[in-house]
Structures are given as C-alpha cells and as structure tokens.
C-alpha cells in the first residue's frame, strides 16, 4: 500500500509532483529489497518511516 504525501497535493509544479513520485517510487523500491532483513512487518514498517522522516523537510529531526 503506498503511503500519500498530505503535502503532495499542494506541490505547486508539475516538476514538483514528478520529483516526488520519483522519490516514493524509488523508497518503495528500496523498501521492497529490505523487507527480507526485518523479522517482523512493524520493523519494516519502523526502518521505512524513519528514513523517510530522515530525508523530510523538518527542521528539527532525531532517533527518537
């Protein structure tokens, strides 16, 4: 299931909305060829969400 951006409907290029599906096609890729590492689904899903605050926009970012 692809998670949607709620910032992805207000890009306001074209550019922009290309970038960023580009950008979720390939996590989603690299995702699919790590699930195999975790145990269990959640850590998957942990690692997933943690990378992906990682490369977010927010100022502030940490572990924990």
């Known amino acids: 299931m692809r998670r949607v951006?709620?910032?992805?409907?207000?890009?306001p290029t074209t550019m922009g909305r290309t970038m960023l599906a580009a950008?979720?096609?390939e996590?989603?890729?690299?995702?699919?060829?790590?699930a195999s590492r975790f145990g269990r689904a959640?850590?998957?899903?942990?690692?997933r969400d943690?990378?992906?605050?990682?490369?977010?926009?927010?100022?502030r970012?940490?572990?924990w």
């Open 5 to 11: 951006c709620a910032k992805e409907a207000t890009l």
């Open 42 to 47: 959640e850590l998957c899903d942990r690692a």
């Open 27 to 34: 996590l989603d890729a690299m995702d699919a060829r790590l």
């Open 50 to 59: 943690y990378l992906r605050g990682l490369l977010s926009g927010a100022e």
């Open 23 to 25: 950008w979720t096609a």
């Open 61 to 63: 970012k940490n572990g």
